[in-house]
């Protein structure tokens, strides 16, 4: 079945999704679909699977015009998918599972042996280790990714959507998944996949479609034209707009280092320091596991080997409460709307919450009045608009909310801030005032740590650049602002991982 | 070994453990635990307690609560007695007729739950105050006494130990089995409560569930109620107003997710039953009865919190 995409355009309050989108998936073709975050993948997806509905465009099975207004309608006409979080049932057993959605069995009852047997047939071509009675919650992440593949499997998909598939599983489990996608291929099943692997996108994909800011940069193109360093730039692009901001601000004493730490979620060997009124920019693909050493630094992910030295002074920092109180480092965190804000809050106590222990009397209170004049500098300085500092933070666009998740830590004062894609789906006017303030922030003497995917705004803000690839330090170069020589130097850094990473996994398929 | 294994990783295992060397101990500190007449009464006030737990269960399957399970009895129960005493309905009719109600007002739950997109706890918490202002407003607080005398004869009655008001949690419980472990109704309410979104995304209408498990809810209530009034022999508008902490602790005890999407029926009823051994023997005890609810909340208190610990055990292992 081939399903086309025509001219589908998209728009969120704060943000055009996808903005006249137009892409064909043919059958019988493994279609990767590319971008970094924010793009409009995940947008895509959800349309196509009948979640969200299109503000403009249409979408075609065979060409006729398909409308799909629930996950059923989109199943219905032969849409499967495997969504990137886990939609298991964990108190059922992984047969149940599998075939959730149609059951079989006579006069309402269901049959749990024809359950089972189909279960097994659909598990014995990704993974016979996985036992169809057992309940899904004992499996590992691994697992469960294949339990949803078999799901997707089951329903005869023509068309079938995997989002980031192999994000959990191991290289083994990868290949078996591979092989399925061959057959699935033979069988003339149009298949869409999404990975920011671009190994695997390489070597498994017939044709590629690139999104970035909600439109095409690439459509459907044949993956045998496409060399790595063409789609890595495709994907990264460059902004035309770039905030005028002055670079080499007076470095001061080192407020962070890192020495040879190793983390929970997987890191090892980092080296890293930070100096006063300085920005040092981190930067990575998706995955490159940068927001999860931010998130170690300040003990919210455990460090297992190393030392942290916070100015001149060895720490060990257990929760962000510590690091707040002890060590004066905030961490703004990519995610405004799950854990940078309380939504429901006004813009007053979303601020006022890094500093309710400082302007507490001695009876605990905090008289409103204390707490709006503490706020104020902060809302005027960043210029957050709104009609009241009640106003609750729903109300605002996205820019304004991430203005407030910064005021915060604005307000705390801390010596260090850790800022995680403070841009992402934010337009471009407010980018570059978010630009500016950053750059301020830094030049009156704190130190931040700047993380984001989007290479313009590194390029810009910058005053060093580390480069990250799985969960390694592979670059570090003084940015001198000028984008060719900033693009030029994070590319060659991560083709450079890329190519020893090869090497080494191919050195290890030969042994 | 192995058998002995099964056993005790089931959740309801220590339960039942609880249960025998509870009675053990009881039989031990008092002789009158160990008589026919005594373990009847225990059983007895059991029956009731086993379908207002069951009653809650269905829609803690479903990850919601229901405040209005004694509201809704008591309001079934009053009805129940009118329709006796005043409108002199034959008793399997007035039965009927009372299950009708419960289903209905459960059902009434569900709608309004699922059409507002309100949490069940708080339309549940207005309508069981609903229905009890119209339980006092028909009765202004006077029971119904025209109850038929052998209906009230078999809330007395009894074969040896058992009595004949244990029957209809007996019979309830298998079929409620059957239908949450067996019938594609009853997986599909369980995987709404397990995970609504994956439930919806395969298909599952999750709003048609929730009515669905809201109006079992308030037949079990039904139910509840009229055995309720076979057992004290007058339709009281009281009925169902001391039922929240069993509803709650029968089910959590017995080792339902509070989340939802899982509930072990076995588990409830033993709970109920160590309820009931722990009331009786401290009445048994002569403890003041003041002190036989301060003993139920520390119960649950207790068994949550070791619930709790051997969740986070088994997610170690």
């Known amino acids: 079945m081939r399903l086309s995409i025509v001219n589908v355009s998209k728009t969120f309050p704060s943000v055009k999704a996808l903005d006249d989108v137009s892409m064909e998936f043919a059958p019988g073709e493994v279609h990767a679909l590319m971008g970094e975050n924010g793009a409009g993948k995940s947008t895509l997806l959800k349309i196509v699977t009948g979640l969200y509905r299109p503000d403009a465009g249409l979408l075609k099975l065979d060409g006729e015009l398909v409308e799909f207004f629930s996950p059923r309608d989109a199943l219905a006409a032969g849409i499967g998918a495997v969504h ?85 599983i191991t290289d083994h489990e990868a290949e078996a998944l591979f092989k399925v996608i061959a057959r699935l291929k033979a069988e003339g099943v149009a298949i869409v996949f999404v990975s920011h692997k671009l190994d695997e996108v390489l070597t498994i994909s017939d044709r590629v479609t690139v999104l970035r800011d909600g439109r095409v940069m690439a459509s459907g193109e044949a993956i045998a034209e496409m060399s790595r360093r063409r789609l890595v730039s495709l994907m990264i692009g460059r902004e035309e707009r770039i905030a005028d901001v002055a670079g080499g601000a007076k470095q001061g004493k080192v407020a962070l280092e890192l020495r040879e730490i190793a983390t929970s979620y997987g890191h090892s060997g980092i080296n890293l320091r930070l100096h006063e009124a300085e920005i040092l920019g981190l930067y990575g693909l998706v995955g490159a596991g940068r927001s999860e050493l931010a998130r170690s630094i300040i003990g919210d992910g455990r460090i297992t080997g190393g030392a942290i030295c916070v100015g001149d002074r060895p720490a060990r920092i257990r929760n962000p409460n510590e690091a707040l109180r002890r060590h004066r480092i905030g961490y703004v965190s990519e995610d405004r709307k799950g854990e940078g804000l309380v939504l429901s809050h006004s813009i007053v106590s979303n601020i006022a919450v890094t500093i309710w222990r400082r302007i507490a009397t001695r009876l605990w209170l905090i008289p409103p009045v204390v707490e709006r004049n503490a706020v104020t500098p902060q809302v005027q300085r960043l210029a957050i608009k709104s009609f009241s500092l009640d106003q609750t933070v729903d109300t605002l666009s996205g820019g304004n909310q991430q203005k407030v998740s910064l005021a915060k830590w604005l307000a705390a004062k801390t010596d260090i801030l850790l800022i995680d894609e403070p841009t992402v789906g934010i337009d471009i006017k407010t980018k570059v005032e978010l630009h500016e303030l950053i750059a301020q922030i830094a030049r009156d003497g704190a130190a931040v740590l700047l993380i984001s995917s989007d290479m313009a705004e590194m390029i810009t803000l910058a005053d060093r650049i580390l480069v990250m690839h799985n969960f390694a330090v592979v670059g ?36 | 070994m192995i058998g002995f294994r099964k ?55 479903i990850g919601q609560m229901n405040l209005a399970v004694g509201a809704l009895g008591g309001l079934v129960a009053v009805l129940f007695g009118a329709m006796l005493q005043l409108l002199g309905l034959p008793l399997p009719l007035a039965i009927l007729i009372a299950l009708l109600i419960g289903i209905v007002g459960g059902f009434i739950n569900g709608l309004l739950t699922t059409r507002t997109g309100i949490n069940g706890f708080i339309i549940t918490l207005a309508t069981g105050s609903a229905f009890t202002g119209i339980n006092l407003g028909l009765t202004e607080s006077r029971p119904f006494h025209g109850i038929p005398v052998e209906f009230v004869a078999l809330g007395d009655s009894r074969w040896s130990f058992v009595p004949a008001l244990l029957w209809p949690p007996l019979i309830v419980a298998p079929l409620l089995a059957i239908f949450l472990y067996r019938t594609k109704s009853g997986r599909k309410l369980l995987a709404v409560g397990g995970n609504m979104r994956a439930a919806e995304l395969s298909g599952i209408s999750a709003n048609a569930m929730i009515i669905v498990a809201h109006a079992i809810s308030g037949g079990l209530a039904g139910l509840a109620a009229v055995l309720a009034v076979s057992q004290l022999g007058a339709a009281q508008p009281e009925i169902g107003s001391t039922w929240l902490l069993i509803s709650f602790a029968g089910p959590i005890i017995g080792g339902t997710a509070l989340a939802g999407g899982y509930v072990s029926i076995l588990g409830a009823m033993l709970a109920v039953l160590v309820i009931a051994l722990i009331e009786n023997m401290l009445v048994l005890m002569k403890v003041d009865p003041y002190w036989v609810r301060f003993a139920l909340g520390g119960l649950v208190l207790v068994t949550v919190g070791v619930n709790r610990w051997r969740a986070h055990q088994m997610g170690r292992n």
Do not use: C
């Open chain 1, 84 to 168: 990137q979080e886990r939609n298991l049932v964990p108190r059922f057993s992984v047969g149940e599972n599998i075939l959730l959605e149609h059951p079989p069995g006579r006069r309402g009852f269901i049959d749990y042996g024809a359950i089972y047997d189909r279960a097994r047939v659909l598990l014995e071509l990704l993974d016979p280790g996985i036992d169809v009675r057992a309940e899904v919650a004992t499996l590992s992440v691994a697992q469960m990714q294949i339990v949803e593949i078999a799901k997707a499997l089951s329903l005869n998909a023509r068309v079938l959507l995997l989002d980031e598939p192999t994000a959990s």
């Open chain 1, 476 to 511: 570090e170069f003084v940015n001198d602002r000028i984008y060719e020589n900033g693009s030029e130097a994070i590319m060659s850094a991560i083709h450079a991982a890329e190519k020893d990473r090869k090497h080494l996994h191919d050195r290890a398929a030969i042994a």
């Open chain 2, 7 to 61: 056993f005790a990783s089931q959740e309801w295992a220590g339960l039942a453990a609880i249960f025998v060397l509870g009675s053990a101990l009881a039989a031990f500190l008092s002789p009158s635990f160990l008589t026919e007449y005594n373990i009847y009464v225990m059983l007895r006030s059991a029956s009731v307690e086993l379908l207002v737990a069951f009653s809650q269960m269905i829609v803690l399957a």
